[in-house]
C-alpha cells in the first residue's frame, strides 16, 4: 500500500497557532488544508491559539494552549485520527508538549502531516 492510498479519505485534526511574525492563521489554514487534500485526506476538526507562544523557558511554567489542550482530547477519544500542522514548530516548542504529543499519537496511531515539514 502506498502513502497515497493510506491517507486517501482520512480525517485530520488541524491545528493552527500564530505567535509573534509568524505566518497568520488564516494563510497556515489554506496552505494546511490544500496539503492535506492533496494527499486525498479531509480536515474534520480544527484548533487554533492565536498569539500564543508554545515556547516554555527552562524553569518557566508551561504556556497555556486551550486549542492544543483541546486538540489532545479529541485525538485521545478519537483512534486513528490524523494530526494536520502547516509546520511542525506550529504544534509544539518544548519538551513536555513534545512528550505529550508523541504518547498520545503512539497510543491512538495518529499519523503527523505538516505542510512544509513532511509527515
Known amino acids: 500500500m502506498t502513502v497515497a492510498q493510506a491517507l486517501?479519505?482520512?480525517e485530520f485534526a488541524l491545528y493552527?497557532?500564530?505567535s509573534q511574525g509568524r505566518k497568520p492563521l488564516p494563510r497556515q489554514r489554506s496552505l494546511t488544508t490544500v496539503h492535506v487534500e492533496a494527499m486525498g485526506g479531509?480536515?474534520?476538526?480544527?484548533?487554533?491559539?492565536?498569539?500564543r507562544t508554545a515556547f516554555q523557558k527552562v524553569g518557566g511554567t508551561r504556556p497555556g494552549r486551550d486549542g492544543f489542550?483541546?486538540?489532545?482530547?479529541?485525538?485521545?477519544?478519537?483512534?486513528g485520527l490524523g494530526v494536520a500542522a502547516y509546520h511542525a514548530d506550529?504544534?509544539?516548542?518544548?519538551?513536555e508538549d513534545t512528550a505529550e504529543l508523541i504518547r498520545v499519537c503512539a497510543e491512538g496511531h495518529h499519523?503527523?502531516?505538516?505542510?512544509?515539514g513532511g509527515t
Not at 489542550?69 to 483512534?79: F, G, V
Not at 499519523?111 to 512544509?116: E, R
Open 8 to 10: 486517501a479519505g482520512m
Open 16 to 18: 493552527l497557532r500564530r
Open 42 to 51: 479531509r480536515v474534520a476538526a480544527e484548533f487554533a491559539d492565536a498569539d
Open 69 to 79: 489542550t483541546a486538540m489532545l482530547a479529541m485525538l485521545r477519544s478519537t483512534p
Open 90 to 95: 506550529r504544534l509544539t516548542r518544548n519538551d
Open 111 to 116: 499519523l503527523v502531516v505538516t505542510q512544509s
